[in-house]
């Protein structure tokens, strides 16, 4: 654990350059005085590590020391080699530096490392498409990317429902989730997501703007896909469900099935249970309740019953 600790410690002070004993022990949940140990024994190790005093000082390393590969354990090295990765590194344009980048990874582990890196690539593979789905197109990706590097604003025209909009973005980060690319920018005071797909037009501008130190893109996605998910119920629906109704709910997201789990009342004497479910709306739960045919009845709201029955008789009328 502790030289685990020690090589992260090493890499973390090569990437971010100086670092306080303060920061570092928070990063790592120790204490400080573990912090101080853990330098001494770097430096006991060889490692150029020293210590600046006063305001603004900290650890860091001695200018140009650079670790070699050799640091990374075989598990470590064998992540590196997950196949599915040369899709979205075409999209952004990354496609020969990642081939590059593997090449030399390959070159600089030992023999057995190596072949249980190359074992790993040949039996895993992330496919990041949904099913039924394909990639969106993303022909504007690696300007977007480039400006995302090099914190560039760009000026884009986003596809709404109701036309097009034009924006100046602080481009902050790219997030890929299933299949789809998501753009993660600063517009005036607000951080906001758009679909890439959705970029009809795009200029990368010649101004450069100061990215947020304490912004994280990972805690941003996280926090705000969570509130989305929460936020876009802003109603409930009781269903009467059949045995085979209930099991088709996981099509309707993991919400709705976790919400008809706890209120499933005892069932009855056919096999029908009685849930409640969080919907959208009347328009939205009548497209995906439709889906489970006979196997649910709406029992609540009225509204969202009558819309049902109305779908029912205009698909009798269609198909005589």
């Not at 080699?81 to 590059?100: I, N, Y």
């Not at 805690?219 to 209930?246: H, K």
């Amino acid at each position: 654990m502790r030289s685990s600790r020690l090589l992260s410690i090493l890499m973390t002070l090569q990437t971010r350059g100086r670092m306080t004993a303060e920061a570092l022990a928070a990063q790592y949940e120790v204490s400080v005085r573990t912090i101080y140990r853990d330098i001494d024994e770097l430096s006991a190790a060889d490692v150029p590590v020293y210590a600046d005093r006063g305001p603004g000082g900290g650890f860091q390393l001695l200018d140009g020391y650079r670790t070699r590969l050799t640091g990374l354990s075989p598990a470590e090295a064998e992540t590196l080699f997950l196949a599915g990765l040369p899709g979205p590194a075409a999209e952004l344009g990354l496609a020969d530096v990642l081939t590059t980048a593997q090449l030399k990874l390959t070159a600089a582990l030992p023999e057995r490392a190596r072949a249980s890196a190359q074992k790993v690539a040949a039996r895993f593979h992330l496919d990041p498409v949904d099913w039924f789905r394909s990639a969106d197109a993303a022909r504007l990706l690696p300007e977007i990317a480039k400006a995302v590097w090099n914190d560039t604003c760009v000026d884009i025209r986003y596809k709404r429902d109701a036309g097009a909009i034009a924006r100046r973005l602080n481009p902050l980060g790219l997030v890929l989730k299933a299949g789809t690319w998501y753009l993660v920018a600063r517009v005036g005071e607000q951080t906001r997501t758009y679909r890439v797909a959705n970029i009809l037009d795009l200029i990368v501008t010649d101004q450069r703007f100061e990215r947020p130190r304490d912004f994280d893109l990972v805690r941003f996605w996280t926090s705000s896909t969570r509130a989305y998910e929460i936020g876009v119920y802003r109603t409930n629906a009781v269903l009467r469900l059949s045995p085979q109704g209930l099991s088709k709910l996981d099509g309707l997201g993991t919400a709705v099935q976790q919400a008809a789990r706890e209120s499933a009342g005892p069932p009855e004497a056919d096999g029908w249970v009685r849930v409640t479910i969080p919907i959208e709306s009347i328009d939205q739960a009548a497209v995906e309740l439709l889906r489970l045919g006979t196997d649910a009845e709406v029992m609540k709201p009225v509204a969202l019953r009558r819309r049902l029955a109305k779908a029912a008789r205009a698909i009798v009328r269609l198909y005589g």
